[in-house]
């Protein structure tokens, strides 16, 4: 059993609706319905009435969706009290990151900080985008930092929360180059042959955006996945290895760039997209608690901007 069912059952019972929850919820939608599949499995009987449209509850689902009501915010409630306990680190920041950014923005943006804002005490949670939004969500952090494109927006109210731009970020191709700094496998792929693709895992924010790269290519890309995981880094070790071409931040790829380890595997302005980082908070008007150094940092790059 896991509380995230939970979670999606309640969001399925509000929107009555399968592909919005999946899309409120950051999965897709075959996997949300295999969670919800996972906890009618768990309760031993059916809690969604699929022949119905709009979905609906069966009997047996609203009773356990009063419950699952009272059990998440029993839950919520306890999470407050713990968070209570906490007072040695009031003064800790805690940011909720994408391992993407966590692993480059991340450490070079702190550091900046630090010589224009001042010292900051801070606490990194690197997670997948759909769990540092749900951090955020659920109170679990003071600021989440994330990538936006229009075309893949966070499902966060704006009414409830505000966010911030900190800068650009491009998605680019890369691959290991030769002794001649030519990438070993480059777009367009050559007429007949395919290009060994290191992609990310289904769901992956990053890998969405891969998949609007290839919508908008004028011909096929003839990209051949042979490996897939969620986290940037890990393509990009096996792009350093030379497994095969992968679409990476470019500020994750500077240093191997200027030592020609990587190189570009399109030329540029081709087969790229452009990324905001972002940085988001609950509004301080609705804000379930509030941290004074938190406060002062979105003050002051509100004022830097």
């Known amino acids: 059993m896991e509380t995230k069912w939970f979670e999606d059952f309640v969001s399925l019972a509000e929107t009555r609706s399968f592909s919005r929850s999946a899309q409120l919820r950051h999965v897709t939608q075959p996997a949300f319905s295999r969670r919800i599949q996972s906890l009618e499995a768990w309760a031993g009987i059916d809690l969604v009435d699929r022949s119905s449209y709009p979905t609906r509850l ?7 969706h009063a419950q699952a009501l009272e059990i998440l915010g029993a839950l919520q409630a306890t999470r407050n ?4 306990h906490k007072a040695a680190g009031h003064d800790m920041i805690e940011f909720a990151v994408p391992h993407s950014l966590a692993f480059t923005f991340f450490p070079h943006w702190v550091m900046d900080l630090r010589k224009r804002f001042g010292a900051t005490k801070s606490r990194l949670i690197a997670l997948n985008v759909h769990d540092a939004v749900m951090h955020l969500v659920e109170g679990s952090c003071d600021l989440l930092l994330a990538y936006h494109h229009p075309s893949q927006p966070l499902q966060l109210n704006p009414d409830r929360y505000e966010m911030m731009s900190l800068g650009h970020e491009t998605l680019c191709a890369y691959a290991k180059g ?5 990438p070993l496998f480059s777009l367009p792929a050559a007429p007949g ?8 895992a289904a769901g992956a924010y990053l890998g969405r955006l891969v998949e609007v790269i290839t919508k908008l290519a004028p011909e096929p890309l003839q990209l ?9 880094e890990g393509l990009k070790a096996m792009a350093l290895e030379g497994h095969g071409l992968a679409f990476l931040p470019a500020s994750s790829v500077r240093k191997e760039l200027k030592s020609k380890r990587l190189v570009r595997a399109a030329p540029a302005g ?3 997209i452009e990324m905001d980082i972002r940085i988001y908070r609950e509004r301080p008007e609705m804000a379930r608690h509030s941290k004074p150094g938190a406060v002062a940092l979105w003050d002051f790059l509100a004022s830097s901007r």
């Open 224 to 232: 051949e996945p042979i490996y897939e995981t969620d986290m940037a």
């Open 81 to 84: 009290m713990m968070r209570s």
């Open 58 to 64: 069966t009997a047996a689902g609203e009773t356990l």
């Open 270 to 272: 081709v087969h790229e």
């Open 193 to 200: 042959q395919s290009v060994p693709f290191l992609s990310y």
């Open 178 to 182: 030769d002794a001649d700094g030519q």
